[in-house]
């Protein structure tokens, strides 16, 4: 997701307000133990490889050849690019038209759908050019897209997750997601890896595994030592950006502005 200004402090006064509120819960004898039960794997890391240190992360994927795109946000700054996964290098790359923000993206077909956070204007663009070829509307706030079959799962921040048909961007259901009974809210960047919908947890280091079907996140992820082998220490500069090459079944993360993208392999993930 994005941050401006206010927003950003209001949130983050938010988390911090409720971080002593947490940790009360934790010390009393019963009733949080809702991640506790599940299970939480840390990643094997394969590779380091390069990434633009300047890349606010805001969506990442590989398209039916293998070749990674990504799009990245901050007012002025977003892009969407095409990026050789091995060297970190741009290949190419367009400018989001101002006064867009850019966020999640996915690939269509031939085209590229990107998101806007709370413009609710989508860009469609030419895979090939990266030329803007379209636009179109959403309700609410827009974070992040990947594929389902022939659909787009769409994040926006909240606990659900919007099944779309992409022609004409229409809402067919929505997943609500939780975990051993609890709404896991702040869903940020996707990805559909072996069947399960990835999500980076906005503002933490874990990565929900949902299962499209129920909404139930049947793990967690830990990516906490790869944020800090990132070296990141700013409070937005968080884990967002999960990608998985269909073609060599290979699984990438990095995060905003992660001078590093990890080729991981995480146990029992084909
Ligand atoms: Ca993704």
Same mark, same amino acid.
Do not use: D, Q, R
């Given at each position: 997701m994005a941050m401006r200004g206010s927003v950003k402090q209001a949130l983050? =006064?938010?988390a911090f307000a409720l971080a002593p509120l947490a940790a009360c819960h934790a010390a009393q004898p019963a009733p949080s133990k809702t991640s506790a039960e599940l299970p939480v794997v840390k990643p094997e890391v394969v590779r380091k490889l390069p990434h633009d240190p300047h890349a606010w992360t805001e969506g990442l994927f590989f398209d039916s050849t293998g070749q990674m795109y990504e799009s990245t946000g901050e007012l002025g700054r977003s892009t969407l690019r095409r990026v050789n996964v091995e060297t970190g290098e741009v290949l190419a790359r367009a400018d989001v038209p101002m006064p867009l923000? =850019?966020?999640g993206s996915s690939p269509v077909g031939d085209k590229i759908y990107s998101l806007s956070w709370r413009d609710?204007?989508?860009m469609i663009?030419?895979?090939?050019?990266l030329k803007p070829e379209g636009q179109f509307n959403y309700m609410g706030e827009?974070?992040?897209l990947t594929r389902l079959g022939p659909n787009l799962i769409m994040s926006d921040g909240s606990s659900n997750l919007r099944v779309i048909d992409p022609n004409g961007f229409r809402l067919l259901r929505m997943i609500h997601v939780t975990a051993q009974g609890r709404p896991v809210d702040q869903l940020?960047?996707?990805e559909l890896v072996d069947g399960e919908i990835w999500a980076n947890i906005w503002l933490t280091d874990r990565i929900a595994r949902i299962d499209p079907a129920s909404g139930h996140v049947k793990g967690w992820i830990d990516v906490s030592d790869l944020h800090k082998e990132a070296g990141t220490t700013g409070p937005d500069q968080i884990p967002n950006g999960i990608a998985y090459d269909g073609v060599h079944h290979k699984l990438y993360v990095?995060?905003?502005e992660w001078p590093v993208?990890?080729?991981?392999r995480v146990p029992g993930v084909k």
């Open positions: 983050l =006064g938010l923000y =850019g966020e609710g204007i989508g663009w030419n895979k090939a050019t827009g974070w992040a940020n960047e996707v990095t995060g905003k993208m990890f080729e991981i």
